[in-house]
């Protein structure tokens, strides 16, 4: 697969065979993930890598803790809530997203499952935790480097026929992830990523998100045309 192919190709896959992923394949896609570029090469990341027993304890869990009324305890800042050009596009991508599943605004019941698949990591085989060094947590540094090795995870996941997402909902009960997953005090979680292969039935999986555009993003200074 060429480069492009995997930038281009890949979506956010929320819906999973239920077939094992080998160990050793994760491996690969860890090896090449940890060639991104990092703050004056600090490497402030690491995995735990779930699947089996531990990963349905944390599912049942962080499940049963939301609902049961039990704050989020995600251990990143989020900010405030998005508003203007950042609200739509959070919407936008929902708006695709429940209209591939077929859910309707007002279906309750199937807007709710679609959260609780969230809080399971969308019932993927694996589940990847990133954390970080907390001796680096005051460091913007930081979050962008993790931000780096995700993304060449997914991309590097998307070349061996693996999909995933990248997602809070499963880590939005800390306690239980560090429970089960056995992280280190000196581990900050940062995000989660599902991984699994791709079930082609699940409709949520054609969507491909919108992007704005380069004369969106990019300011040209310089440039003679």
């Not at 900050?188 to 409709?203: H, N, Q, R, S, Y």
């Amino acid at each position: 697969m060429q480069f492009d192919d995997v930038i281009l190709g890949r979506r956010s896959i929320r819906g999973y065979k239920p077939e094992p992923v080998p160990k050793a394949l994760v491996e690969e896609i860890l090896t090449l993930a940890m060639r991104a570029p990092s703050s004056m090469n600090t490497q402030p990341w690491s995995f735990y890598v779930l699947s089996g027993e531990p990963l349905d304890r944390i599912r049942a869990g962080n499940t049963e803790r939301t609902m049961a009324g039990v704050p989020q305890s995600r251990e990143f800042r989020t900010g405030q809530a998005f508003e203007g050009k950042h609200r739509d596009r959070q919407v936008g991508v929902a708006k695709q997203l429940f209209a591939a599943m077929g859910i309707a605004r007002d279906d309750k019941e199937k807007r709710q499952d679609w959260v609780l698949r969230g809080f399971r990591q969308f019932d993927a085989p694996v589940c990847v935790i990133v954390t970080y060094d907390r001796a680096l947590a005051e460091s913007d540094d930081t979050a962008f480097d993790c931000g780096a090795v995700t993304t060449a995870l997914v991309n590097a996941a998307w070349s061996r026929g693996l999909g995933a997402v990248i997602n809070s909902q499963g880590i939005m009960q800390s306690p239980v992830v560090r429970e089960h997953a056995g992280i280190a005090e000196d581990q900050v979680i940062m995000k989660a990523i599902a991984l699994g292969w791709p079930d082609e039935t699940f409709p949520a999986n054609a969507v491909v998100s919108e992007r704005k555009s380069v004369d969106e993003a990019a300011v040209f200074i310089g440039f003679d045309d």
